[in-house]
């Protein structure tokens, strides 16, 4: 039954708001009164200011840090209570990266896993029981005796909070090992876990409330029984470091400050990796007895890999001087990374290309999984600024054996890192060893010499250990030594029969004469309870290289023992370039002709008759990056404080492979046309993007305007790509690019063509385009001259092809170097060009230097040249190996096709000599593309030189003029001369000028490049005039051939000059044409 409210029972205020209000108004009060406390102290104290600042400072810095953890963990716990409806939004395009995504998004081969989600969120507050219980009455005990100071130590709240641990993916992989099952688990662990702890004794409170947790996490099950539960064992570990985010209370609370707070979590996260991260493992028996727990724990390496940090190059300028008007250069040194193991390299002072020549060997476990970090810092006085990282999966290395690259940085924007990298494989037996010793002579490496091999140790347990004292046990370590390492166990406390279950592992250099130094002590490190010296020649006679068994320890009481398994392992590189075939001598070399082989595994082999590049030589693409235009750009240029509206000054930036270009600037344009081609020489590493920047141009600043990238790997894979992408991080713009992946072509017969249609696509802003690729492999030299004083050279060699130069390593103190590196080069007219290449010692003096003509490739089979090359300039019997290989490079979307010309049954008549090739050219850029300017295709016939114009006595002139419709443009092609006449004893240095009559300013006078001492040049240079095609047509063009005699003199010796009025020409149709020279007096 309903009940009526009575008069008073009204909403109204209750009896004790007024007291509620009071006591607020109070405790507000009392803050406030508390928070200027801090002030009055410092007053009493007669404290400056000062002081009262930089509490404040400390204050807002915590505040700042605080917030932005809880911030984190707000947004964390966000996505983990609706994973699903943040995937969907991120697919409906809205602002979420996707790094905030779970990894089954990202990845196909991660699957989903919300039945483990719903079991561990049921099993939770069963887990929190079990860490109540855990650490209050284990380790709270443990902690308390550790010290007399924290006797009243006491977790006073315990508890794991609502927000279970998530597995945001698992992946499996099989294949592996079929003993084991191997997952890894993408885990994220936002919780809300709060945990209290209290000193009572010193008034002391502190604690955790919240934590971001986020990482791979490997579980091996192994080994697989035939009993239950089926699974001997789990193994746990993160590959690579996970993230780790603390949010603390009480006065842990200084924690957060910053500076301490970076601080804090990175020794917290240094203890877990000291835990769990490779090569540390957490093993966790499911049956008893389990057999070889150290070895499950610490399995042998999957392999070694040797990273050889050669060099940079085109490092960012971080020293700048005078605020910055002055650019300095900078003090790189890097830092190589694997899991827990880092190497720090030397600082290069005051470079921008640096060069470091260091050795690193790394233990590598898992395959795929564990990955290379480098990353290149400036050293500075205060803090040391990033210049750049790259990281490469060891699954990489493995496929290749050795691999040897230039590797872009990422996060940098420019810069290249030089890396050799070479898989070592793990053998069981000695037969390799000496091949192995003699290829490591011939390594300079530092700071450590290469190894040899590696041992790994199993301490296992020992029996029988002296007492410290009668009736007292010691409390065991041992320590193990190989050279100048040394390696600690842990302690096992109150026992003189202790199990370790330890595992070490130790480099070798020469393992034939080595020893390892076992010495057991107490934990003070000043007792000493045995040792034991074993020389590891045992090993190399011992079955499997592995010797597992008791060790009698001397300096002990007489039944104290020590078992211990040995396992050696010989460190070889598997690859092509060390394989024991011998090659043929060279042409002219006895049979018992030797040399010095440095990397070989071999004895001294004879010397090859042919280069030895590696599988990757001569597989790079040119990348061909047209910027078109943009459009809808930002107006940023706005005036009297945005009241009137203006547009922007757009430049684009376009950055490839280590490489960057920037177009020219378009003035006030907020749909700008650059029309500007980039050429980049890439290969196929993984994680390469084009990128590309718009900028305004101001004279302070210039303004962003967005930014847009293409994965290279989809350019490589489909050949072309011609789109208008979105501009990134701003409100609207897009671009247009078109880039194309061009495969060098070993067929000469396609040069000339080539050269054709780069000359009627080529842009007036852009470089010349490259016809053809020079990839040039540096093997070795040999017999180099010594330097004075009959000492052996540092050889380095400089190669270069027009103003492209590149330089190899130096090879140290050696007559016969070996350098096995590559080098690339655009070429843009190979039938002029030339490789200079210059073989300096490291002070400079030269040792013999090198000229090969590009047309000797374009007559050799395959367009290869791989045998020994004379030096000149050298030693009688200088030499250098080269494999030089030149490749054509045919455009397929230059808008040029190539078609024959008809046969004598299709027309009436048949040009005279057979039938010749056509180039047709669509007005849309396009082949045979649809559009309204289709029935304007243009047809441009390729003559020959058997041509049937009768040749003149000065010679011709091969000029192609045509009219672009679209671009509204008059456009001249000045390809090439032949047989010219030297109007004097000296052979001439001609060029071409051009200009349209009338012009009385001379402001249409255009004119090429000079081409030293030929009677034949090639130009293949394109000149184009702005102006209507009725105008054009009322022009004559004059072009003369001039001699450049001298640049002392203004007056240009004329060789000839050809006269062509453009009305009686059709300017449509784009003919490549000679034309006879005249007198200069004539005109006709």
């Known amino acids: 039954m309903e009940q009526r409210e009575g008069p008073g029972s009204g909403p109204g205020p209750g009896p004790g708001s007024g007291s509620g209000e009071a006591l607020a108004a109070l405790a507000a009060f009392g803050k406030l009164l508390l928070s200027?406390?801090?002030?009055?102290?410092?007053?009493?104290?007669?404290?400056?200011?000062?002081?009262?600042?930089?509490?404040?400072?400390?204050?807002?810095?915590?505040?700042?840090?605080?917030?932005?953890?809880?911030?984190?963990?707000?947004?964390?716990?966000?996505?983990?209570?609706?994973?699903?409806?943040?995937?969907?939004?991120?697919?409906a395009g809205l602002c979420l990266s996707a790094r905030e995504l779970p990894a089954w998004v990202s990845f196909p081969d991660v699957e989903k896993a919300e039945w483990l989600n719903k079991i561990l969120a049921q099993a939770w507050p069963f887990f929190g029981q079990y860490m109540e219980k855990l650490l209050v009455e284990n380790i709270a005990p443990m902690i308390r005796a550790s010290n007399t100071h924290l006797q009243t130590f006491a977790?006073?709240?315990?508890?794991?909070?609502?927000?279970?641990?998530?597995?945001?993916?698992?992946?499996?992989?099989?294949?592996?090992?079929?003993?084991?099952?191997?997952?890894?688990?993408?885990?994220?662990?936002?919780?809300?876990?709060?945990?209290?702890?209290?000193?009572?004794?010193?008034?002391?409170?502190?604690?955790?409330?919240?934590?971001?947790?986020?990482?791979?996490l490997r579980v091996i099950l192994e080994p697989l029984i035939g009993d239950m539960p089926i699974v001997g064992a789990l193994t746990m570990f993160f590959i690579r470091r996970p993230t780790l985010d603390i949010n603390w209370t009480g006065m842990t609370n200084l924690l957060d400050i910053p500076g301490l707070s970076s601080l804090s979590d990175s020794m917290i996260m240094d203890s877990i990796a000291a835990f769990l991260v490779l090569p540390n493992r957490l093993l966790v028996p499911l049956v008893p007895n389990l057999h070889d727990v150290a070895q499950l724990r610490s399995p042998l390496p999957r392999g070694i890999v040797r990273v050889h940090l050669r060099e940079a190059r085109d490092l960012q300028s971080k020293d700048k001087y005078v605020k910055g008007l002055i650019e300095g250069k900078s003090d790189p040194y890097a830092l190589v990374r694997v899991g827990t193991q880092v190497f720090t390299s030397q600082v290069i002072d005051e470079s921008l290309n640096p060069a470091w020549n260091e050795t690193y060997e790394f233990v590598v476990h898992e395959v795929p999984g564990q990955e290379l970090e480098v990353e290149v810092f400036d050293k500075d006085p205060d803090q040391d600024d990033f210049l750049g990282r790259m990281k490469l999966d060891f699954g990489e290395v493995l496929k290749a054996r050795v691999l040897e690259e230039w590797f872009p940085l990422q996060d940098s924007g420019r810069g290249q890192l030089h890396l050799r990298l070479e898989w070592l494989t793990l053998l069981s037996d000695a037969s390799k060893l000496e091949q192995v010793l003699q290829r490591n002579r011939g390594i300079s490496s530092k700071p450590e010499a290469p190894s040899a091999a590696i041992l790994v140790v199993y301490l296992d347990r020992a029996q029988e250990l002296p007492l410290k004292k009668p009736g007292k046990e010691p409390n065991p370590m041992v320590q193990l030594s190989v050279q100048d390492v040394t390696r600690e166990s842990r302690v096992v406390y109150n026992t003189s029969s202790p199990v370790w279950d330890d595992a070490f592992r130790f480099f070798l250099q020469d393992p034939a004469n080595q020893d390892i130094d076992i010495q057991v002590k107490d934990d003070t490190r000043q007792t000493s309870l045995g040792s034991l010296s074993v020389r590891l020649s045992r090993l190399l006679s011992a079955q499997d290289l592995t010797l597992d068994q008791w060790f009698q320890l001397e300096n002990s009481g007489p039944g104290s023992r020590i078992y211990m398994k040995l396992v050696m392992r010989i460190l070889y590189l598997d690859a092509p370039e060390v394989c024991n075939t011998p090659r043929p001598c060279a042409p002219g070399q006895l049979d018992g002709e030797?040399?010095?082989?440095?990397?070989?595994?071999?004895?001294?082999?004879?010397?090859?008759?042919?280069?030895?590049?590696?599988?990757?030589?001569?597989?790079?693409?040119?990348?061909?990056?047209?910027?078109?235009?943009?459009?809808?750009?930002?107006?940023?240029?706005?005036?009297?404080?945005?009241?009137?509206?203006?547009?922007?000054?757009?430049?684009?930036?376009?950055?490839?492979?280590?490489?960057?270009?920037?177009?020219?600037?378009?003035?006030?344009?907020?749909?700008?046309?650059?029309?500007?081609?980039?050429?980049?020489?890439?290969?196929?590493?993984?994680?390469?993007?084009?990128?590309?920047e718009i900028y305004d141009k101001d004279i302070d600043k210039d303004d962003f305007l967005g930014r847009c990238k293409i994965a290279l790997k989809r350019v490589l894979s489909s050949r072309f790509i011609d789109e208008w992408l979105p501009l990134e991080d701003v409100k609207s713009g897009r671009l247009h690019v078109r880039l194309e992946c061009l495969a060098p072509t070993p067929n000469s017969a396609e040069l000339e063509q080539v050269l054709m249609v780069n000359s009627l696509t080529q842009t007036q802003r852009s470089a010349e385009l490259s016809s053809a690729l020079l990839s040039v492999f540096l093997d070795r030299a040999a017999d180099l001259p010594l330097r004075k004083g009959s000492k052996p050279p540092s050889p380095y060699v400089s190669l270069s092809v027009r103003n492209v130069s590149y330089k190899s390593k130096t090879a140290t103190s050696t007559s016969d170097p070996i350098w096995d590196e590559g080098f690339s080069f655009l070429v843009k007219r190979p039938h002029v060009e030339s490789l200079e290449l210059q073989v300096k010692d490291e002070g400079?003096?030269?040792?013999?230097?090198?000229?090969?003509?590009?047309?000797?490739?374009?007559?050799?089979?395959?367009?290869?040249?791989?045998?020994?090359?004379?030096?000149?300039?050298?030693?009688?019997?200088?030499?250098?190996?080269?494999?030089?290989?030149?490749?054509?490079?045919?455009?397929?979307?230059?808008?040029?096709?190539?078609?024959?010309?008809?046969?004598?049954?299709?027309?009436?008549?048949?040009?005279?000599?057979?039938?010749?090739?056509?180039?047709?050219?669509?007005?849309?850029?396009?082949p045979g593309a649809a559009g309204p300017a289709q029935e304007l295709r243009q047809r441009l016939t390729h003559v020959d030189s058997n041509s049937e114009?009768?040749?003149?006595?000065?010679?011709?002139?091969?000029?192609?003029?045509?009219?672009?419709?679209?671009?509204?443009?008059?456009?001249?092609?000045?390809?090439?001369?032949?047989?010219?006449?030297?109007?004097?004893?000296?052979?001439?240095?001609?060029?071409?000028?051009?200009?349209?009559?009338?012009?009385?300013?001379?402001?249409?006078?255009?004119?090429?490049?000079?081409?030293?001492?030929?009677?034949?040049?090639?130009?293949?240079?394109?000149?184009?005039?702005?102006?209507?095609?009725?105008?054009?047509?009322?022009?004559?063009?004059?072009?003369?051939?001039?001699?450049?005699?001298?640049?002392?003199?203004?007056?240009?010796?004329?060789?000839?000059?050809?006269?062509?009025?453009?009305?009686?020409?059709?300017?449509?149709?784009?003919?490549?044409?000679?034309?006879?020279?005249?007198?200069?007096?004539?005109?006709?």
């Open 594 to 692: 030797t040399s010095t082989f440095a990397g070989s595994s071999v004895d001294m082999p004879p010397r090859p008759s042919q280069a030895s590049p590696d599988a990757q030589f001569g597989t790079e693409n040119v990348i061909r990056i047209h910027l078109l235009e943009a459009e809808n750009l930002i107006a940023k240029d706005n005036f009297m404080g945005g009241m009137i509206r203006g547009k922007s000054d757009p430049y684009a930036k376009v950055r490839l492979g280590g490489q960057s270009f920037r177009s020219h600037v378009v003035k006030e344009e907020l749909s700008p046309r650059w029309n500007e081609v980039y050429e980049v020489v890439v290969n196929e590493i993984p994680g390469q993007e084009v990128e590309f």
């Open 844 to 926: 400079g003096q030269g040792l013999g230097s090198l000229s090969l003509p590009l047309t000797q490739l374009l007559a050799a089979e395959m367009l290869t040249l791989d045998r020994w090359f004379p030096l000149s300039r050298a030693g009688p019997g200088s030499q250098v190996l080269l494999r030089v290989q030149l490749g054509i490079l045919v455009s397929q979307h230059s808008g040029v096709e190539l078609r024959s010309a008809p046969s004598a049954g299709e027309e009436a008549e048949s040009p005279p000599g057979g039938s010749e090739p056509e180039l047709y050219v669509g007005e849309d850029g396009e």
């Open 949 to 1084: 114009l009768v040749e003149g006595p000065l010679g011709q002139l091969q000029l192609t003029v045509w009219y672009h419709m679209d671009e509204r443009k008059l456009v001249v092609i000045v390809h090439s001369c032949r047989k010219l006449r030297a109007s004097s004893k000296d052979i001439p240095d001609p060029y071409v000028s051009l200009i349209l009559l009338p012009d009385k300013n001379r402001v249409t006078k255009r004119k090429t490049t000079v081409r030293k001492r030929t009677l034949n040049p090639e130009f293949n240079e394109r000149f184009e005039w702005e102006l209507p095609l009725e105008e054009a047509t009322r022009r004559k063009l004059e072009a003369c051939v001039k001699n450049s005699v001298s640049f002392m003199s203004r007056e240009k010796e004329p060789l000839g000059k050809v006269h062509l009025d453009l009305s009686q020409m059709d300017l449509a149709q784009v003919k490549a044409q000679w034309h006879n020279l005249k007198e200069n007096r004539s005109s006709s």
């Open 155 to 216: 977790f006073t709240k315990v508890d794991m909070g609502e927000k279970p641990l998530r597995v945001m993916g698992v992946n499996v992989h099989t294949g592996q090992n079929k003993k084991q099952i191997l997952l890894d688990l993408t885990i994220s662990y936002v919780g809300d876990v709060h945990i209290d702890v209290e000193v009572k004794k010193f008034f002391c409170k502190a604690g955790v409330k919240g934590m971001q947790l986020h990482g791979v």
């Open 36 to 91: 200027l406390a801090p002030v009055y102290v410092a007053g009493r104290l007669g404290l400056s200011l000062g002081f009262v600042l930089l509490g404040l400072a400390l204050y807002a810095g915590w505040r700042a840090a605080r917030r932005a953890k809880e911030r984190s963990l707000r947004a964390a716990r966000r996505l983990l209570q609706d994973e699903e409806r943040h995937v969907s939004a991120a697919a």
